[in-house]
């Protein structure tokens, strides 16, 4: 008689799947789009009813590389607890979280020290567009969710033959911030919370080329080494110095700024990144004009119709008073 509380395996043997390794070369992950190129941007706002505010951005990469998306939800501002001490400014708390399916990397409910990284900067950077002092005794909450980090998948698994090492993803976490700077923007718009300007995120890199480094080590790092503005995947193998700013356009200011690698020439990384943040800001400014319902200029155009029409009516009986005045 066999138990019933007993799972038998097969009566013969079996083996586990083994899986190939995606046959990709070093020729394929070569950069297919202009030094100034910027990847196309999509974004759309309200797609969260329980919050505030909230927005989804997927920056659509050129094929085969993968694409960036996450989703920002803004909650509040709500009153702080009793316990909280008294507060004049408004408190910001960001989170930052990968799904356990964005990539390889990810560890679900465990928290990376990159995530950290990321709340720690995109806090920094909304704390500088936000009017705190508006909301006293208030607290903010933006959540954030990385449902595809953009992290190539051959990358993942390719190992360096001279160093016996993978090559480094800590520069894709500068995209990760920037794409969360101007998805947050977008939802704090969204629900309402006074901003002194509309703060986007852009990123640079210096990509230097292998075979001039190694060949060549009397030029210097301008000579072999050239600007990219936005990289993705299919760059990070090649970098030595990336850069990510929050900036507001119409005040000319930096609410962040975030340097990491061999920063040779700071001003020109810098620049990169503002011209890569100030086209974000045109896709940012044009979806919220689409999206958000222009209250204040609709009613405009109706009380001033609404008068013209009045004093119309005002002036027609008017006149027919004088003329019954003069018949009399």
């Given at each position: 008689?066999?138990?019933?509380?007993?799972?038998?395996?097969?009566?013969?043997?079996?083996?586990?799947?083994?899986?190939?390794?995606?046959?990709?070369?070093?020729?394929?992950?070569?950069?297919?789009?202009?030094?100034?190129?910027?990847?196309?941007?999509?974004?759309?706002t309200g797609v969260t009813a329980s919050a505030s505010g909230s927005a989804y951005l997927e920056v659509q990469s050129h094929a085969p590389?993968?694409?960036?998306?996450?989703?920002?939800?803004?909650?509040?501002?709500?009153?702080?607890?009793?316990?909280?001490?008294?507060?004049?400014?408004?408190?910001?708390?960001?989170?930052?979280?990968?799904?356990?399916?964005?990539?390889?990397?990810?560890?679900?409910?465990?928290?990376?020290?990159?995530?950290?990284?990321?709340?720690?900067?995109?806090?920094?950077?909304?704390?500088?567009?936000?009017?705190?002092?508006?909301?006293?005794?208030?607290?903010?909450?933006?959540?954030?969710?990385?449902?595809?980090?953009?992290?190539?998948?051959?990358?993942?698994?390719?190992?360096?033959?001279?160093?016996?090492?993978?090559?480094?993803?800590?520069?894709?976490?500068?995209?990760?911030?920037?794409?969360?700077?101007?998805?947050?923007?977008?939802?704090?718009?969204?629900?309402?919370?006074?901003?002194?300007?509309?703060?986007?995120?852009?990123?640079?890199?210096?990509?230097?080329?292998?075979?001039?480094?190694?060949?060549?080590?009397?030029?210097?790092?301008?000579?072999?080494?050239?600007?990219?503005?936005d990289p993705s995947s299919r760059d990070s193998s090649n970098l030595a110095a990336a850069c990510v700013v929050g900036y507001l356009a119409?005040?000319?200011?930096?609410?962040?700024?975030?340097?990491?690698?061999?920063?040779?020439?700071?001003?020109?990384?810098?620049?990169?990144?503002?011209?890569?943040?100030?086209?974000?800001?045109?896709?940012?400014?044009?979806?919220?004009?689409?999206?958000?319902?222009?209250?204040?200029?609709?009613?405009?155009?109706?009380?001033?119709?609404?008068?013209?029409?009045?004093?119309?009516?005002?002036?027609?009986?008017?006149?027919?008073?004088?003329?019954?005045?003069?018949?009399?």
């Amino acid at each position: 008689m066999n138990d019933r509380r007993r799972v038998n395996g097969p009566i013969t043997g079996s083996a586990p799947p083994v899986f190939a390794a995606p046959a990709t070369s070093h020729a394929s992950a070569a950069r297919t789009r202009h030094p100034r190129q910027l990847q196309k941007i999509f974004l759309r706002t309200g797609v969260t009813a329980s919050a505030s505010g909230s927005a989804y951005l997927e920056v659509q990469s050129h094929a085969p590389s993968p694409s960036l998306k996450l989703l920002c939800s803004v909650h509040g501002p709500r009153p702080l607890l009793r316990s909280a001490p008294f507060s004049s400014q408004l408190v910001l708390s960001t989170h930052i979280s990968l799904a356990p399916f964005a990539s390889d990397d990810a560890r679900g409910n465990v928290r990376s020290t990159s995530e950290r990284d990321i709340g720690v900067h995109l806090a920094s950077a909304l704390r500088g567009v936000i009017l705190g002092e508006r909301f006293p005794k208030s607290g903010l909450d933006v959540v954030v969710t990385v449902m595809e980090a953009g992290l190539d998948d051959y990358r993942q698994h390719e190992v360096d033959a001279e160093t016996d090492r993978r090559p480094s993803i800590e520069y894709e976490t500068m995209s990760i911030l920037a794409g969360c700077i101007t998805a947050a923007s977008a939802a704090l718009i969204e629900a309402g919370i006074d901003c002194i300007d509309l703060v986007t995120g852009g990123v640079a890199a210096m990509s230097v080329s292998r075979d001039e480094q190694t060949s060549d080590e009397t030029h210097s790092r301008s000579d072999q080494s050239t600007l990219i503005l936005d990289p993705s995947s299919r760059d990070s193998s090649n970098l030595a110095a990336a850069c990510v700013v929050g900036y507001l356009a119409s005040r000319d200011e930096l609410a962040e700024l975030w340097l990491k690698g061999d920063v040779t020439m700071p001003e020109k990384l810098i620049d990169g990144a503002v011209e890569a943040a100030i086209g974000a800001r045109k896709m940012l400014a044009s979806t919220l004009t689409d999206s958000l319902p222009l209250a204040s200029s609709e009613p405009q155009e109706d009380k001033s119709e609404v008068a013209e029409h009045k004093m119309q009516h005002h002036t027609v009986k008017s006149v027919t008073h004088d003329m019954q005045m003069d018949e009399r």
